[in-house]
Nanobody
Framework: QVQLVESGGGLVQPGGSLRLSCAAS????????MSWYRQAPGKERELVAR????????NYVDSVKGRFTISRDNAKSTVYLQMNSLKPEDTAVYSC??????????????WGQGTQVTVSS
C-alpha cells in the first residue's frame, strides 16, 4: 500500500522556520522524483520545490528561492522541506508528490494528504 505521510506543519510567526517531512512507503522511493506543492484558500495548487530521484538537482518557484530548501534521504524514504524566513503569503496546505517517469512518460503519481502551514502573528 502506497503511503505519503506529511508532518511538521503548524502555526509560526512571520520570519520563523518550519521543517516539513514526508515519509514514503509502499514503493521504491529512490526511483521517484519528489516535489512539494502548496494550495492556499481560493488559489490554485502551486509547485513549490522539486528534487530528482538521486537528489542531484532541485528546482524552486521564484517566491521561495533563497528561503526554502528541499532535500531527501533515500535510506529513510523521506523528503524534507526546510522553510526559513516565512511570510504570511506562505500560508497554505503543503503536500508532497512522488512521480516516476520512464522515457518521459508518466508511470506513477502519488500524493500525500497534506499538512497545514499558517504564518501569522
Amino acid at each position: 500500500q502506497v503511503q505519503l505521510v506529511e508532518s511538521g506543519g503548524g502555526l509560526v510567526q512571520p520570519g520563523g522556520s518550519l521543517r516539513l517531512s514526508c515519509a514514503a512507503s509502499g514503493f521504491t522511493f529512490s526511483k521517484y522524483a519528489m516535489s512539494w506543492y502548496r494550495q492556499a484558500p481560493g488559489k490554485e495548487r502551486e509547485l513549490v520545490a522539486r528534487i530528482t530521484s538521486a537528489g542531484g538537482s532541485t528546482n524552486y518557484v521564484d517566491s521561495v528561492k533563497g528561503r526554502f530548501t528541499i532535500s531527501r534521504d533515500n535510506a529513510k524514504s523521506t523528503v524534507y522541506l526546510q522553510m526559513n524566513s516565512l511570510k504570511p503569503e506562505d500560508t497554505a496546505v503543503y503536500s508532497c508528490n512522488a512521480v516516476l517517469r520512464t522515457l518521459g512518460a508518466l508511470v506513477a503519481d502519488y500524493w500525500g494528504q497534506g499538512t497545514q502551514v499558517t504564518v501569522s502573528s
